[in-house]
């Protein structure tokens, strides 16, 4: 019987996986330290100068949600999910019209509300919590928007985040509401690096002055809104680049265009022309 003969190829790729199985196993994920997001925490002197100079550069922080009182705040954050406040601020004036209070939004219900928001994310859903947002209120508060963390996450469409802002902004408490500019400043800087955004409040409130707590989430959001933004930060307008762990600063749009490489010239297309075809005589 003639001997059996393997295939050159066969052969090649018995020896790749001989090679693969003698081969030491490693992580495929790399160590934290190599990781991207999250840079060095700085020290507890440079995020009070960071936050210092966010205080000098704007005194007097305000939330850009429009609202009258408590319970508008409430709504307006409550839509605000996954929105921006712009899109929020063109559709509460009518539905504030409408129901200026929780009497009157819980009267609308679901189905009377949908109509003014309809242009905002997620619009069915949040119809359905800001109704039954507003019945508890009537049922439980007497239409009073409370200044409690529990009794305030006991409604529908409140998480801790919305509760943070109800809290610091109606009722002046410090706190600390974490969301996706925030998070990604605390981070990128180095000023509360966490993986969680209940784990770069917990930082923010542990390494910021008391003094600073209430407004810092104003500064932050804000930062982050328009300086610190998600794909390029604008560094070069920065005042607080001076403390910050992110690197490779930004550099000015006219230093980047300068600096940029040149793209070379395409050479011109050459036209081939074809060889006509010969026809059968």
Not at 15 to 25: A, Y
Not at 264 to 280: D, G, L, T, Y
């Amino acid at each position: 019987m003639a001997p059996k003969i393997r295939h050159p190829f066969a052969l090649v790729i018995s020896s790749l996986r001989r090679e693969k199985q003698d081969m030491p196993k490693v992580a495929l994920k790399p160590p934290k330290s190599s990781r991207p997001g999250a840079a060095k925490p700085l020290s507890a002197d440079a995020a009070r100068h960071f936050i210092a100079a966010l205080a000098r550069a704007n005194p007097d922080p305000r939330t850009e949600l429009r609202y009258r009182d408590p319970f508008t705040l409430l709504v307006a954050v409550v839509l605000s999910a996954q929105t921006t406040d712009a899109a929020v601020n063109r559709a509460t004036p009518a539905l504030f019209a409408a129901a200026p209070d929780a009497r009157a939004m819980a009267a609308l219900g679901a189905e009377g509300i949908a109509p003014f928001i309809r242009s905002i994310g997620l619009w069915q859903a949040k119809a359905r919590h800001l109704a039954e947002l507003a019945r508890l209120l009537v049922e439980r508060h007497g239409g009073v928007v409370p200044g409690d963390r529990a009794a305030l996450e006991a409604l529908p469409g409140v998480g801790r985040k919305t509760a943070n802002v109800v809290l610091n902004v109606a009722f002046g408490q410090a706190t600390m509401a974490v969301d996706t500019h925030i998070f990604r400043v605390s981070n990128r800087t180095g000023l509360a690096p966490g993986k969680t955004p209940r784990a770069v409040e917990e930082a923010l409130l542990k390494r910021l002055p008391p003094e600073t707590l209430r407004d810092a989430h104003h500064w932050l959001i804000l930062h982050g809104r328009y300086v610190c933004r998600a794909r390029t930060p604008e560094c070069w307008r920065c005042v607080a680049a001076e403390w910050c762990h992110f690197t490779p600063k930004t550099p000015p749009p006219d230093v980047k265009a300068a600096t940029a490489r040149p793209t070379p010239p395409r050479p011109p297309r050459r036209r081939v022309r074809a060889s006509p075809i010969a026809r059968p005589r």
